[in-house]
C-alpha cells in the first residue's frame, strides 16, 4: 500500500515565524502535491511538483513556497506564518502516466497564533 | 472556470438504505473524476476514478457513474452500514492529464443503527 506521511499532525506557531510542513512518500511517486482544506471553500492546490526540482504554482500559492531535493520528499514553507494560513494541509502523491488517483497523507493541521 | 458542486452537503440516513451522492462539473471536458471518502480529522481515501471514455466504475458496494454532457457524476452506495459514515468529496481532473484536481465541498454522510 501506498503510504504518504506527514510529519506532523498538529501544529502551533507564532505570526512571523518559518513553517516548514514535510511529506514523505515510499512508492516513488513522480508527482507530489500541497492542498489546504478549509470548511466552506474545500481543497485548493497550493503547490505540485511534477519531478525532483521541479515545482509548479497552484491555485493560491501565494505566502507559500515549496521545495524538492529528493524524489520521496516534498515540502511545504510558509515564508513568514499568517493567521489566515491556519488551516488544514494535506500532501498527497501520484504516480507518473495517465489516469492515476492521488494518495494523501493524514494532513498536519495548524494553528498561526 | 470549472466548478465542482455536491448536493446535498450532509445527509442521514439508517442503516441499510441504499443512497445515491450526486457531484456536478460546469466545463464538460475533463480527462477524469475521482470519488474519495475522508473520515474525521483524516486525510482523503481514493475510492473510484472514472475515465472520460467511461460511464462508471463499481468496488465492492459502491458504484460511480459518469454522465460528461450532462456534467454529472453520482456515486450509489447499496446497503449502507455505520462504517460509510464519512465526507465524500469528488474532484475532477482538468484537460489531458495535467495531474491538478479541481474538488467540490463534500457530502457529510452520516448512517445510523
Known amino acids: 500500500d501506498v503510504k504518504v506521511t506527514q510529519s506532523s499532525r498538529y501544529l502551533v506557531k507564532r505570526t512571523g515565524e518559518k513553517v516548514f510542513l514535510e511529506c514523505v512518500q515510499d512508492m516513488d511517486h513522480e508527482n507530489m502535491f500541497w492542498y489546504r482544506q478549509d470548511p466552506g471553500l474545500g481543497l485548493r492546490l497550493i503547490y505540485f511538483?511534477?519531478?525532483?526540482?521541479?515545482?509548479e504554482k497552484g491555485d493560491i500559492p501565494e505566502g507559500y513556497s515549496v521545495s524538492r531535493e529528493k524524489k520521496e520528499r516534498f515540502s511545504l514553507i510558509l515564508e513568514s506564518a499568517s493567521t489566515n494560513q491556519t488551516s488544514m494541509y494535506l500532501c498527497?502523491?501520484?504516480?507518473?502516466?495517465?489516469?492515476?488517483?492521488?494518495?494523501f497523507g493524514d494532513g498536519t493541521r495548524l494553528s498561526i497564533l | 472556470k470549472q466548478e465542482v458542486t455536491q448536493i446535498p452537503a450532509a445527509l442521514s440516513v439508517p442503516e441499510g438504505e441504499n443512497l445515491v451522492l450526486n457531484c456536478s462539473f460546469t466545463d464538460s471536458a475533463i480527462y477524469n473524476l475521482q470519488w474519495f471518502r475522508q473520515d474525521p480529522g483524516k486525510g482523503l481515501t481514493s475510492l473510484l476514478l472514472i475515465q472520460s471514455s467511461q460511464r462508471e466504475q463499481t468496488s465492492g458496494r459502491l458504484n460511480a457513474s459518469l454522465d460528461k454532457s450532462s456534467g454529472r457524476s453520482t456515486l450509489y452506495i447499496a446497503a449502507s452500514q455505520p462504517g460509510d459514515s464519512a465526507t465524500y468529496l469528488c474532484a475532477v481532473e482538468e484537460r489531458v492529464n495535467t495531474d491538478k484536481l479541481i474538488f467540490g465541498t463534500g457530502t457529510r454522510l452520516q448512517v445510523f443503527p
Open positions: 511538483s511534477y519531478d525532483v526540482k521541479m515545482k
Open positions: 498527497a502523491s501520484n504516480g507518473g502516466g495517465s489516469n492515476q488517483p492521488q494518495h
